[in-house]
Nanobody, 122 residues
Framework: VQLQASGGGLVQAGGALRLSCAAS????????MGWYRQAPGKDREFVAR????????SYADSVKGRFTVSRDNSKNTVYLQMNSLNAEDTAVYYC????????????????WGQGTQVTVSS
């Protein structure tokens, strides 16, 4: 099982990045794909999630209106378009895949990716 997150990097405040997370080897069709982030010295926090079927999305208040989560079912890939980035968005971003049976709303997922670093310079 692999969740390969990519697209992170260094960007100036106000800029944009698009993260990708390609899922392979999952023993099930995911019910939900989520994005989380963890800044230095802070707990991991929810960013966004999308239901694999139907495409319903949810966002943390801190990113609402700036970030957009989407998926391409044919490529087993979920994306996170991040616009109007600021220094507070600096973190390692993780993607995760989960089944409906888990409380994904509480951060419970079956598989987690290795993370990709996003650094926003002010």
């Amino acid at each position: 099982v692999q969740l390969q997150a990519s697209g992170g990097g260094l960007v100036q405040a106000g800029g944009a990045l698009r993260l990708s997370c390609a899922a392979s080897g999952l023993p099930f069709t995911p019910y939900v794909m989520g994005w989380y982030r963890q800044a230095p010295g802070k707990d991991r926090e929810f960013v966004a999630r999308i239901l694999w079927r139907g495409g319903s999305t949810s966002y943390a208040d801190s990113v609402k209106g700036r970030f957009t989560v989407s998926r391409d079912n044919s490529k087993n890939t979920v994306y996170l378009q991040m616009n109007s980035l600021n220094a507070e968005d600096t973190a390692v971003y993780y993607c995760a895949a989960g089944r409906a049976a888990l409380r994904y709303d509480l951060g419970y997922y079956d598989y987690w990716g290795q993370g990709t670093q996003v650094t926003v310079s002010s």
